[in-house]
């Protein structure tokens, strides 16, 4: 299998040589198109920069079509696999950036030369870990998306809270005041509202102790939930949510998407995407009246004036491993995360992959803020079956135990663990 | 050998079309189930063997993207069987279709009984009504009721708050999987009634009414009516509705799948859903198999009945 | 099928009495029938008006905390909204190609495979009665990568011929069945008398037979139209290009990483479930029949 691998790379290499050597325009692959998978995001939030990257891409490649085709979250990894196994797999296929260390384990994907890409000197840290295995590139960051708390200015200030607080504890008292005015009348409302399956905001607690979700000991993955410094963490978010949010606990930030539920007014603040603060203004589901009281601000860390690891998502694009059209595909890659593209992503609300445009957005009170955030991120445990421990919602019920107050945080910690220990080693 | 039913008078002119007949009779009814059979097996038979052949197998992603699994004979079922979480969906499996067999039953039964007592006006209104329920897509389906059970803006919270039945604001029917596969169980059970009722309200319909009166006259009540004159002639009937659901609620994942989101926690996984997640969110495709074919082998037992009524009166008379 | 008919007049207790208990207690019967049967008709219906219902909401109706019974602004846009999601009509009109298809050729491929087991006694015949009611039992879940590398290996992926091929095979066992049913129903002498008359054996069948077990055939079609309509994993996993999708598929890019548009997906289930509804309510009536006269008999 290795030396498989080793030829595929050196044959990639040797082609890539050659076609940046060549001069003229060059047909690596006899294809007169190729396939690119990209999520439904693209398609509703930037359909502009996918035709200007196919477009510049048709410019160096003429007679080369392309096809887009846009996926659904929900079921587009077994629709892959299903073309592995059918051998028609597409050239270029978007990930969630959690999804790619499993891939990149098992050869699913092409080897890559970093230096080839645009940027990639620059790249995101926590994007490009999401690419990286064994040392190897596999894949090319495309966007990020980092958490900040959005509020409401009017009810932080009628509540008598000045500025924004800047450390967990403040943020907790600050949380109290808004319950006192607001939660006591109004039993919708929550100072903060965060559902209990909202794992990456709850994991934020264990990391901003230091602790972490599992480690590598002695060529085994270790569950470190259990750890003093994860409990920790945990015990301070169950006491926080606990105080200052009503909504559901068996329910994700999606279901119902909580900025509609901060639109209808009763709610003080949520933790979410850049995206999420004009979606609350959507003139269909939210309330656009709501447009001059919105704030955002990144949620602090428990230590003053630091801020609190957010988890940094997003999505990488890859080339299988069975393509045969891998300078095509590269080509399309690189017009896509090209700098220009990269802008075009980035204005829309985005975090682009790069840090040479971390302050494309500077000037702009309703992304700056998740820019900001993003400096301070964690990631998941880059495991070959992280992805399974995803899959089988082991964090989101050890929460959803936490928060109901059906499992003490020990006993739920450690009951995820052993699930870990066996997801991950398995 | 085929024998054609219809056997024509030997005196008759036909004597030589009749040899005829004979040669094509033999092969008429191999030549009439080619289509379906072939269809089946062209789709479905080298799939089966493949997921059988899996089950024996250790396939994981790695050898997905090698096209090519390791034999490890019966690996795969003593892993399942050594589970203890597979017990656990299998017994809550059992009692899921149990639960949603037999309500469906009852209640289809209730109300195509129901149907057959109503006016026209009424009949037609619930017929069409019924009727609406069914061609409302699945997927759609759960989709409203899903929403109709929302933790914050959900119509069955802010209803049962109203009517004082109790405090339902902000109740999450998912916390408990008693409650959750309850819900659960109210939207299988509403979108399988329509089928159960109308054909039994027509089966009804063909009850020899005077049988009825006749029963009713000897002074009969109506709960004994049904026991000794109705039912008895709508066995056959009931016996396949029941099977049929058996089949179908077994292999219940729609449902579940899109009220949880794509991300059902353990403790609402059924058998297809667990089947579902080790093929393809944990990418044991050899594990998943086994567990289909467990699943095969789980209905056979179950509707034994079905199938062994169902040959026997595949007699032809 | 006909309802049978009363072999001889049978005395009857009198009901025609203008005494006023005797009808009272009858009309009090009636109206409690019909409450409970209002009862049941606006807990059943009441999931579908609420999604027609959601359709015509402007957004801010949708998601409110106090619930809308009737669109107090009733408004177009969600349906707009939802048309204009693009491949609407591309995908409307790939998924009634595939269920025309999918309609027509099982009804004929089932009607023939039923003659043969309802006329014919042959060796094989347990066999194949057993196969056909095994296939149903299969969770489809497993089947899709057996399936894409079958498909694959046809040439059949991202083809509408391969997902019609494949809804054949999941609808045929039911529609075999439901149909010898109906054949079982129609007596022989029918058929013998046509074959008197100079019929082929064939043609006997098709004359006589193909008529008389038509509900059975409506029957059957309902049944195939609707699996056809619903389906949506085979669909999605074996349909690539966006020029050849089907509507179930188009529902599901309702949901992105933004979460759900309740509206437009409202209005887009609602413009889905429509032709199912029009097709269904037309022949409504033939179904049950059809369905239990064979049963019943056996």
Request: aromatic share 12%.
């Amino acid at each position: 299998m290795k030396a498989r691998v080793i030829a595929a790379v050196l044959f990639a290499a040797v082609l890539a040589a050659a076609a940046s050597t060549a001069s003229g325009s060059v047909r690596s692959a006899k294809a007169d198109s190729i396939t690119v998978w990209l999520m439904g995001d693209a398609q509703s939030g930037w359909p502009t920069v996918v035709a200007d990257a196919t477009a510049a891409f048709k410019a160096k490649h003429p007679g080369v079509d392309v096809k887009v085709q846009y996926q659904t979250w929900g079921d587009h990894l077994t629709k892959f696999d299903a073309t592995i196994a059918g051998g028609d797999t597409p050239d270029v296929i978007e990930f969630g950036n959690s999804e790619t260390t499993k891939y990149m384990a098992n050869g699913a994907l092409r080897q890559l030369t970093a230096s080839n890409f645009p940027n990639s000197k620059t790249w995101l840290a926590g994007l490009r870990s999401s690419c990286t295995y064994n040392g190897r590139t596999f894949c090319v960051p495309y966007y990020a998306g980092a958490r900040a708390i959005v509020y409401r200015k009017d009810q932080y200030k009628a509540a008598g809270i000045r500025g924004t607080p800047r450390s967990v504890a403040q943020f907790l008292s600050d949380g109290k005041k808004l319950m006192k005015k607001y939660g006591k009348k109004d039993r919708n409302y929550s100072a903060w509202y965060f559902p209990g399956k909202n794992w990456y905001a709850s994991m934020a607690f264990v990391y901003d102790y230091n602790g972490q979700i599992a480690v590598r000991k002695n060529g085994k993955w270790v569950g470190t939930l259990e750890s003093k410094n994860a409990i920790k963490g945990l015990t301070v978010a169950k006491n926080v949510v606990g105080a200052l949010s009503r909504a559901s606990k068996t329910t994700d930030e999606a279901h119902p998407q909580q900025a509609i539920v901060f639109s209808k007014g009763h709610v003080g603040a949520f933790i979410g995407n850049g995206w999420e603060w004009p979606y609350a203004l959507n003139k269909d589901l939210g309330n656009p009246a709501l447009a001059p009281v919105m704030g955002a601000y990144p949620m602090p860390s428990h230590v003053r004036g630091r801020l609190m690891p957010e988890f940094l998502g997003g999505s990488d694009l890859a080339i299988p491993a069975q393509s045969k059209n891998v300078t095509l595909a590269a080509d399309w890659i690189k017009a896509f995360t090209s700098t220009s593209a990269e802008t075009g992503i980035a204005k829309v609300g985005n975090i682009p992959n790069t840090t040479i445009l971390a302050n494309v957005n500077k000037d702009n009170p309703q992304i700056a803020p998740f820019a900001r955030a993003a400096a301070a991120s964690w990631f998941v445990p880059t495991a070959p079956n992280w992805v399974n421990v995803e899959n089988g919602d082991v964090l989101q019920n050890m929460l959803v135990q936490i928060y109901s107050g059906k499992k003490s945080v020990l006993a739920a910690a450690k009951s995820a663990d052993k699930q870990i220990n066996k997801i991950l080693n398995g | 050998m085929a024998v054609a039913e219809t056997e024509l008078p030997l005196a008759s002119r036909r004597r030589p079309r009749l040899s005829r007949h004979r040669v094509v009779g033999a092969a008429a009814p191999y030549a009439l189930l080619v289509p379906t059979a072939a269809v089946i097996v062209a789709v479905l038979g080298y799939p089966l063997y493949l997921l059988i052949r899996l089950s024996f197998q250790k396939y994981g992603l790695f050898e997905l993207v090698r096209h090519k699994g390791k034999s490890i004979g019966f690996g795969n079922y003593t892993t399942i069987f050594h589970d203890a979480q597979f017990w656990h969906v299998v017994a809550r499996t059992v009692v899921f279709t149990a639960v949603n067999v037999g309500l469906t039953m009852i209640l289809g039964t209730g109300i195509a009984l129901l149907i057959a007592r109503l006016g026209r006006f009424m009949r037609t209104l619930l017929t069409v009504g019924l009727v609406l329920v069914w061609a409302t897509p699945v997927v759609v389906a759960v989709n409203i009721w899903r929403w109709m059970v929302d933790y914050e803006f959900g119509v069955a919270n802010w209803t049962l708050t109203k009517l004082h039945v109790g405090d339902f604001q902000h109740h999450d029917w998912f916390v408990s999987n008693w409650s959750g596969l309850g819900v659960i169980t109210a939207v299988i059970v509403w979108g399988a009634i329509p089928f159960v009722t109308i054909t039994l309200y027509a089966g009804l319909a063909q009850v020899p009414q005077e049988l009825v009166e006749a029963a009713q006259i000897d002074g009969a009540r109506a709960w004994n009516v049904f026991r000794e004159v109705t039912l008895p002639l709508l066995k056959p009937l009931l016996i396949i509705l029941t099977s049929l659901s058996i089949i179908w609620d077994f292999q219940v994942f729609n449902q579940v799948w899109i009220m949880l989101g794509e991300r059902p926690s353990q403790d609402y996984y059924l058998m297809s859903i667990y089947a579902f997640v080790q093929s393809f969110r944990i990418n044991e495709y050899g594990l998943g198999s086994a567990i289909a074919v467990v699943m095969v082998a789980l209905m056979m037992v179950a509707t034994v009945v079905y199938v062994r009524q169902m040959v026997k009166t595949g007699e032809v008379r | 099928m006909s309802t049978v008919t009363p072999a001889a007049p049978v005395p009857v207790a009198p009901t025609t009495t203008r005494s006023s208990p005797f009808r009272r207690r009858r009309i009090m019967h009636r109206v409690a029938l019909n409450g409970v049967a209002l009862l049941v008709f606006v807990v059943m219906v009441f999931p579908v008006y609420w999604m027609v219902a959601t359709a015509f909401k402007p957004g801010s109706e949708i998601l409110d905390y106090t619930p809308h019974w009737i669109p107090s602004h009733p408004t177009l846009r969600n349906f707009t909204n939802a048309m204009h999601r693009p491949y609407f009509w591309t995908d409307a009109k790939n998924s009634l190609i595939i269920v025309a298809f999918v309609v027509l050729l099982s009804g004929i491929v089932a009607f023939l495979a039923a003659l043969a087991l309802s006329r014919f006694r042959f060796r094989g015949r347990s066999a194949f009665i057993v196969l056909i009611i095994g296939v149903q039992m299969v969770p489809l879940a497993a089947l899709i990568i057996p399936l894409y590398i079958t498909a694959s290996r046809a040439h059949l992926v991202n083809t509408l011929t391969g997902v019609i091929f494949m809804y054949m095979a999941f609808v045929l066992p039911f529609s075999v069945w439901t149909l010898r049913g109906f054949m079982l129903g129609v007596p022989r002498e029918l058929e013998e008398a046509a074959m008197v008359d100079g019929a082929t054996r064939f043609g006997a069948f098709i004359r006589v037979m193909f008529p008389l077990v038509a509900p059975g055939l409506v029957a059957t079609s309902i049944f195939a139209f609707i699996q056809a309509w619903n389906e949506f994993i085979i669909a999605y996993v074996f349909l690539h290009d966006s020029s050849k999708q089907t509507l179930t598929v188009w529902l599901a890019s309702f949901t992105t990483l933004h979460g759900t548009d309740w509206g437009p997906l409202m209005a887009g289930a609602t413009l889905t479930a429509l032709p199912v509804v029009v097709f269904f309510v037309l022949v409504q009536r033939k179904i049950a029949f059809g369905l239990t006269a064979g049963a019943v008999r056996g």
